[in-house]
């Protein structure tokens, strides 16, 4: 994909003219945060770059705005933290740091790696606290296999423990925690949890649950190959009521050594009171309804290699999803549909398709709407955050009518 899909909405005059409304929040917050290219303004409707691109970064693979309005960037040097204006307040050295989440209470959790004085190198994760403050504090570190609660004992353990890692974190309304990891050790006759899954924890760090019933091994629409992130309802910015109280979740699938249908997939999660809390597939993305939308989360073999993605916490509850092999960002609405809700008196009937990336015509990639391994994304109020690994910068972006 090496162009910006747009389909005619929006003229580049009405844009100018609302950056004119000294009064509006939005203008406010593009005046505070950054400026927008006039040439770069899409005569229709599409994403706009937010300038200035955050850069000074190491091969920067993820980005969260957090419940307490600073950025956190993950990249080679650890967990950098922002404010909103790309400032650079503090960096926090995090081993092999590749993922990072908050929750309601303002405690911030990092993926990375641990050398273990007794277990060796292991894959882990970090509790931090007091982030915003200089007196930051890693209250607890989640190590594996001793954070499963089917590996309390050695015996219960192997070699290939140093393989697995642990790939996504996210949180629920409640501070419950989902951790995604990956490894070798998935036969689905052991006792022991397979290393393909996702394990739940309480606010304290608890290992409170596994998500059973999913497929850790073959391809299906709730397996868990090679799970490179997970995404809840729950996100920034906070609210004291109608935070979604959904336990479902999005994850991507990287695994390349067997086709994979659904690489991106929402898994349905239920409590049943016999039972106890079930995981299956969630079968409304199969909808395909083309009187509405020409492409779908769910078409087969959609993505390539999906590294990160987020659902949007406002009432549009957009879903965002990263593909570093295609270079590019996909933009879903709550029912599977790509592409973003066409504006009022449009006229139009479909989903536009706002997705975009890939290399630009001369052939290169660092240009305002292409992508060099983007491997993270995020959404903090209407703005959407990509984590361009390879040109070393954090990209922001508006969708222009969003911009009225």
């Known amino acids: ?30 005046f505070e945060q950054g400026k927008i290219d006039p040439d770069l303004v899409p005569t229709n409707i599409g994403y706009v770059p937010l300038f200035p691109f955050f850069t000074n970064f190491i ?7 957090g419940y307490d309005e600073l950025i ?40 990375g790696r641990v050398n273990d004085p007794v277990l060796g190198d292991r ?4 509790h931090i606290i007091n982030t915003a403050s200089g007196n930051y504090s890693i209250i607890d570190t989640l190590v594996h296999p001793i954070n499963d609660a089917s590996r309390s004992t050695t015996a219960n353990r192997g070699a290939d423990d140093e393989a697995v890692q642990f790939t996504g974190i996210a949180t629920l309304h409640d501070n419950t925690v989902y951790l995604t990891r990956t490894g070798p050790r998935n036969d689905p006759n052991s006792f022991v949890r397979p290393d393909n899954g996702v394990l739940v924890y309480d606010a304290s760090g608890e290992n409170i649950g596994f998500a059973q019933g999913l497929n850790s091994t073959n ?42 249908e659904f690489r991106t997939l929402m898994i349905t999660v239920f409590d049943d009171p016999e039972l106890g809390t079930q995981y299956t597939e969630s079968t409304k993305f199969l909808d395909f309804d083309k009187s509405k ?6 078409e087969s073999f959609r993505f390539k290699k999906p590294e990160d993605c987020f ?43 706002v997705s975009f990336g890939g290399k630009s015509a001369d052939g290169t990639s660092s240009g305002p709407f292409n992508f060099d391994d983007p491997s993270g994304v995020c959404y903090h109020r209407r703005a959407v955050y990509v984590a361009d690994k390879n040109n070393n910068r954090i990209c922001r972006y508006l969708l222009s009518n969003d911009l009225e």
């Open 219 to 260: 391809s299906s629409l709730k397996s868990v190959l090679g799970i490179s992130s997970i995404a809840t309802y729950a996100a920034p910015p906070q609210r004291i009521q109608g935070m979604n109280t959904s336990k479902n979740f999005l994850i991507t699938q990287v695994d390349q050594t067997q086709l994979v």
């Open 72 to 111: 956190y960037v993950v990249d080679a040097k650890g967990l950098n933290i922002l404010d909103l204006k790309g400032n650079v307040s503090k960096v926090i050295p995090i081993p092999g740091a590749t993922d990072v989440t908050q929750d309601r209470r303002l405690h911030t959790y990092v993926l």
């Open 1 to 30: 994909m090496g162009k910006v899909h747009l389909v005619f909405v929006l003229g580049a005059a009405l844009f100018m003219a609302s950056c004119g409304k000294k009064d509006d929040e939005q203008t406010k917050q593009i």
């Open 59 to 65: 091969k920067p693979v993820d980005v969260y705005v």
């Open 123 to 126: 894959a882990a994760v970090y």
């Open 311 to 353: 659902i949007a916490p406002d009432n549009l509850g957009y879903m965002f999803v990263v593909d570093s092999e295609t270079d590019s960002l996909y933009v879903f609405t709550q029912q599977g549909y790509e592409g973003v809700n066409p504006p009022a008196n449009s006229g139009l009937t479909k989903q536009v398709v």
């Open 293 to 298: 939308a020409n492409r779908f989360l769910y």
